[in-house]
């Protein structure tokens, strides 16, 4: 059974009414619980919050394929700058999301806050992307990575085929919609069985690399800025190569209301993760070039893989399963927080009303869940994914940036808003101009691909006044809408 996330029980008992056009109040606004109410709980603890937020971040580049920033910045020193920078970078963007998060205390994440800032246009062209596009293109990604090094062991001595990778990723992908649909407490605590998973994966590369150096294996760190010079052409392709080795910062800011204490445990989980990640990112890539040189790196299909092959023997099997496992983990901490996303647009009005409806029982948004399935699976049989998310990583960052943006604006706009954590003014000035810049110089770069993304983005302006404003439509038009 599902239900409407509401707050007044009509007469009948079988359905319960919500206040339209996003009126809900929050969770944490006061009000008594009415008998019958359905809610999404409040079961993301401090622990479950920091494993949401590495156990995303955290997914298949850094043990595959980390070489987009050697390949765009040119050399081993301005590689591992690059690296360093992004992880601030990141930081930056993921306390000005406290910031936000401790605000304005709905789930939703992007969506909600540039909503709350600009207004339901530039709101509804974020989650129509979105969901069309970017989150069943991403899944597809990882999950097709998830799929390739679960086999991995089984196919030693030759070349997976493709069509077994796509099979075990399409029941990858079904599982992880299966226990996100069940229940939210398993779906947590599998994210900090799988957190703990990538920690110790990282920590097999960063510790025999840490005694690498120890024994005095520097030599690819000699002239580490000698190499191909970075250029402005290939600035924004490092900064998003990097950026989306970081992306997953923002996570639990989609799952707001569900979190325990949020003026305290998203500030806090935030800090913790980032600095974790960091640290954790800049380690992994000097143990790499402890063993492997620059240009070994550039022409590995997996890093990670090759790292382990020359350093632990048989024991590097394990790589594959630890890879694997990351990639779970990214595929269960993006569908579990993404899927909010959804529900809170329903709810609304900008999405179909069934998708902010929640089961009764298991108190999931079932539905928000499930819509990406079907587009998940479209994306992962058919088409170029690599290529479409190259069109829209900059529709991604544009948005960021235009949340942040929206952070300075709220500070002027509604100086008395309640902001339990705040962070300094230059923090999201520098966090929302590096974005929006990198995003105009992407165009500049790159205009072919960048153009194709922003011709995508743009097309959810016709799609707001059609399924939004106009309010003259046929009556099999909004049964369609589930109006």
Known sequence: MLRKAAVITVSNGSYLQGESNGRLPSMDSGQPAQEGKVVLKKKVTLLRGISIIIGTIIGAGIFISPKGIL??????????????????????????????????????????????????????????????????????????????????????????????????????????????????????????????????????????????????????????????????????LAFYSGMYAYSGWFYLNFVTEEVENPEKNIPLAICISMIIVTVGYVLTNVAYFTTISAGELLLSKAVAVTFAERLMGDFSLAVPVFVALSCFGSMNGGIFAVSRMFFVASREGHLPEILSMIHVRKHTPLPAVIVLHPLTMIMLFNGDLYSLLNFLSFARWLFIGLAVAGLIYLRYKRPDMPRPFKVPLFIPALFSFTCLFMVALSLYSDPVNTGIGFAITLTGVPAYYLFIVWDKKPKWFRRLLGK
């Open 71 to 236: 390949k765009n910045t040119g050399s081993v020193g301005m590689s591992l700058i690059l690296w360093t920078a992004c992880g601030i970078l990141s930081l930056f963007g993921a306390l000005c999301y406290a910031e936000l998060g401790t605000c304005i205390k709905k789930s939703g994440g992007h969506y909600t806050y540039i909503l709350e800032a600009f207004g339901p246009l530039p709101a509804f062209v974020r989650v129509w992307v979105e969901l069309l596009v970017i989150r069943p293109a991403a899944t597809a990604v990882i999950s097709l990575a998830f799929g390739r090094y679960i086999l991995e062991p089984f196919f030693m001595q030759c070349e997976i085929p493709e069509l077994a990778i796509k099979l075990i990723t399409a029941v990858g992908i079904t599982l992880v919609m299966v226990l996100n649909s069940t229940s939210v407490s398993w779906s947590a605590r599998i994210q900090i069985f799988l957190t703990f998973c990538k920690l110790v994966a990282i920590l097999i590369i960063i510790i025999p690399g840490v005694i690498q150096l120890i024994k005095g294996e520097t030599q690819h760190f000699k002239n580490a800025f000698s190499g191909n010079d970075a250029s402005v052409m290939g600035l924004p």
